[in-house]
Nanobody
């Protein structure tokens, strides 16, 4: 069992930055691939970024490439999402996700990011 707690969301003006954190419980964090997803009001949840268990591989949605950076610190059981050059369309509830074969999937409760123009 893995519990995920996101933090770092808030209200920021367009062009600003935020860093989200996702702290995981348990001793097996380093075995999980981690991802960030977001859901805006009235829209479906969408993929934002992902990182492999070792941190050697990352992937991003086209909408955030060049602006967001995902990273992890396995010693601290934490994954981060550095968000720069924020836009109003980045406003959403941001969720952390942990996945590991064969079929283990865990979600956090989310942290709100609001970007004003």
């Amino acid at each position: 069992q893995v519990q995920l707690v996101e933090s770092g969301g808030g209200l920021v003006q367009a062009g600003g930055s935020l860093r989200l954190s996702c702290a995981a419980s348990g001793r097996t964090f380093s075995r999980y691939a981690m991802g960030w997803f977001r859901q805006a009001p009235g829209k479906e949840r969408e993929f934002v970024a992902a990182i492999s268990w070792s941190g050697s591989t990352t992937d991003y949605a086209d909408s955030v490439k060049g602006r967001f950076t995902i990273s992890r610190d396995n010693a601290k059981n934490t994954v981060y999402l550095q968000m720069n050059s924020l836009k109003p369309e980045d406003t959403a509830l941001y969720y952390c996700k942990a996945t590991r074969a064969p079929g283990y999937v865990y979600w956090g409760q989310g942290t709100q990011v609001t970007v004003t123009s």
